[in-house]
């Protein structure tokens, strides 16, 4: 306490206050001076407003000695807990770890879980028939009339700007029926 007898810490509930019993520095004695008179609410007597103060001060001495007990089993439990080497890392591991193991067990979980497999399941399916029919397509295209007619036109050009031997290799026009021989010693 400071020498006026008020309690100055900022964080503590008892800031502002006068001594135990709630009295300020404009009592004497105990009683209420005429200061305090003039600041009560209407309809409280000296007496009531007193007998509040003290109330007040007694609660807020059982709320320091709470907190002085919690403080007292919260380094208890930090000590019993160092012992048995959990550390903080640890305890938010096993935490993560059991609501992890909540929402796999939850309902909404289960319900996504095999809504996202048949999803899959069906996309697959999808995939595998769009890429059969797409096979299927580009085979169909590739023997039909239209495409030999395109790929003989450009093996043609092909032979016309190349010629019959182009980067040291055979090359055999595919309107030509007579295969180029190759010469080579191997």
Partial sequence: MDPVGQDINLNSPNKGLGPAGG???????????????NTLPPGLTEEEAEELYSDLAKVEE?????????LA????????KRKLGLSPLNELKQNL??????????NAYKKTSETLSVAGQKTTAAFSTMGTVLSRKLGDM????????????VGNIKYM????RGNGEA???PTETNPVQDNAPF
Avoid: C, Y
Wanted: hydrophobic letters at 35%; a negative charge.
């Fill in 23 to 37: 009295v300020d520095s404009l009592t004497e004695g105990g009683a209420m001076g005429v200061a305090a008179v």
């Fill in 62 to 70: 059982e709320i320091n000695t709470l907190r002085q007990v919690l």
């Fill in 73 to 80: 089993k919260e380094k208890h439990s930090a000590d019993l």
């Fill in 97 to 106: 770890a059991k609501g992890w193991q909540d929402v796999q067990t939850s």
């Fill in 142 to 153: 590739r023997n039909s009339p239209t495409f030999k007619s395109f790929e003989d036109k």
């Fill in 161 to 164: 700007v190349v010629g019959p």
């Fill in 171 to 173: 090359v055999q026009s």
